[in-house]
């Protein structure tokens, strides 16, 4: 059985992650979206927020699991006897850092392997970040993420202080 990781913040998940997601599910027999507790970057959705939008948008998807995990990606893999991370590129400065975190993850667990997907075109200028920026000013963030989740977003940063 093949097990993929993909895993990221998801702060708030946005079409471009679903993107890979549908993508990278034909690829395994399971899917685990790994949602990082403890960023170092404080989150706008809290953890049990983030998963409940991811679950609403994959919800169709029978092989795509949701999972919270704290602590190092590599031990959440091995517990989870999961030997491919799936990450998605989107840009030439993507690549350095997920560079970097791909070798020190092989180095920690070498039966690991990173994937990388090219993000679709019209993803490619999208990020969590960007959601959370065009959404906080009453932005139009109908093409950056599922349709089902919009309201939920733009909800959050309503009762949000500017
Ligand atoms: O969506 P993000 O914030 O870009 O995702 C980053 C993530 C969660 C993939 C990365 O921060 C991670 O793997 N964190 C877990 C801690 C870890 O294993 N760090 C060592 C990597 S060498």
Redesign the pocket.
């Known amino acids: 059985m093949k097990i993929c990781v993909y895993?990221?913040?998801?702060d708030p998940v946005t079409n471009g992650h679903l993107d890979i997601i549908h993508r990278a599910s034909r690829l395994c027999d399971k899917l685990i979206v790994a949602v990082?507790v403890n960023?170092s970057?404080t989150p706008v959705f809290t953890l049990d927020e983030r998963v409940e939008l991811i679950k609403r948008v994959v919800k169709d998807l029978p092989n795509v699991e949701i999972e919270s995990f704290s602590?190092?990606?590599?031990d959440f893999m091995r517990r989870k006897k999961a030997t491919v991370i799936i990450k998605g590129l989107r840009a030439v400065s993507d690549f350095e850092y997920e560079l970097q975190?791909a070798l020190?993850?092989k180095t920690?667990y070498p039966a690991v392997e990173t994937l990388f997907m090219m993000t679709s075109i019209s993803y490619s200028y999208l990020s969590?970040s960007s959601v959370r920026e065009i959404a906080k000013h009453g932005g139009n963030i109908d093409e950056l993420v599922p349709e089902c989740i919009k309201e939920d977003i733009v909800k959050k940063f309503k009762a949000q202080p500017v």
């Open positions: 895993p990221g913040s998801f990082l960023s970057k602590g190092l990606l590599i975190m020190l993850n920690l969590s």
